[in-house]
């Protein structure tokens, strides 16, 4: 598989610094957030799927939210970890489009995701009785399903744009994944229509999601406004600050990267940017939405206490 009018069959990425200094302390830095990254979400995954009392709308969606870091971090880590050991870091140019669509795919997901969530947050909350039958389990699979669908719809889209550039002779991607911009910056042909289509699905892909999220998240504080109960109050504004800080991280590093000309944006800056939706984010997720939360302590009690048990 070879870009069409291409003579370009490799990549070579730059890495996320090139001194050599920094390289093996990186390494372990990356390595631990990466450890801990899927020790939290595959930890998440069996948590929930051996604890029938968390089979519920809020903790499927996060089961789906822990699935997509797991698969996403795993796309893009490891190839930069190898970035900081290899002395010359090189993909192939199938290898590049796969990681691009998996990338693109799951992240894409992911904000879709989010507002899904928000959005189970809102009738939780603020229309309490009709939650059974607003979020059925059917109801819940179709919001899945429109999900996964914006995600690879958008996905498509990305991967469908950089296939019909040209790369004639500069194979160095100034990041530590192939991602978007950098290719467009070494592509012979790339143009404004290539640009327009980054800029309109990362625009959906971040604007539709933020609008759900800002909506449902209006409603549910006029709603926490309105609870007479001091300690109901604080336990809702609990759950939803934390669900806000991790919805901030990921889409303010994402329209920091994304939604500006990149005649007018430094890549350096933009992987430094990259780092928070692609690392730290999946590492903080299942923390800040679930490692706080009583029913996911009471389960992980529940679990360890079965495995002690004769």
């Excluded at 309490?128 to 399903?145: A, D, F, I, N």
């Amino acid at each position: 598989m070879t870009a069409k009018n291409s003579s370009v069959t490799e990549f070579i990425l730059a890495g996320l610094t090139d001194q050599p200094g920094l390289q093996v302390p990186l390494f372990f830095l990356f390595l631990g957030f990466y450890l801990v990254t899927m020790m939290g979400n595959l930890g998440l995954i069996i948590l929930i799927g051996l604890n029938a009392h968390l089979h519920t709308p809020m903790y499927f969606f996060l089961f789906n939210l822990s699935f997509i870091d797991f698969c996403y971090s795993t796309t893009i880590i490891p190839k930069m970890l190898t970035s900081f050991i290899s002395r010359k870091n090189t993909i192939s140019y199938a290898r590049c489009m796969a990681q691009l669509f998996l990338f693109c795919f799951f992240v894409i997901s992911e904000s879709f995701l989010l507002s899904a969530m928000a959005y189970d947050r809102y009738v939780a909350i603020c229309k309490p009785l009709l939650y059974t039958v607003t979020m059925s389990p059917q109801k819940c699979l179709l919001l899945l399903l429109g999900v996964y669908g914006m995600g690879f719809t958008g996905a498509i889209a990305h991967i469908g744009s950089i296939l019909s550039l040209s790369f004639c002779a500069d194979n160095f991607v100034n990041h530590f994944m192939c991602d978007l911009l950098p290719l467009l910056e070494i592509s012979c042909n790339s143009s404004y229509v290539n640009e327009l289509v980054v800029f309109v699905v990362v625009a959906i892909g971040i604007g539709v999601p933020v609008f759900t999220i800002f909506v449902s998240y209006a409603l549910i504080l006029s709603s926490i406004l309105h609870i007479h109960s001091s300690e109901g109050r604080f336990k809702a504004f609990s759950t939803c600050s934390s669900h806000m800080i991790a919805v901030s991280l990921f889409f303010g590093s994402g329209a920091f990267m994304y939604l500006k000309p990149p005649s007018t944006f430094p890549l350096k800056q933009g992987k430094v940017s990259s780092l928070f939706y692609t690392v730290v984010v999946p590492m903080l997720n299942p923390i800040i939405y679930s490692l706080r939360n009583k029913d996911v302590k009471v389960a992980v009690r529940k679990t360890l206490y079965r495995k002690m048990s004769p």
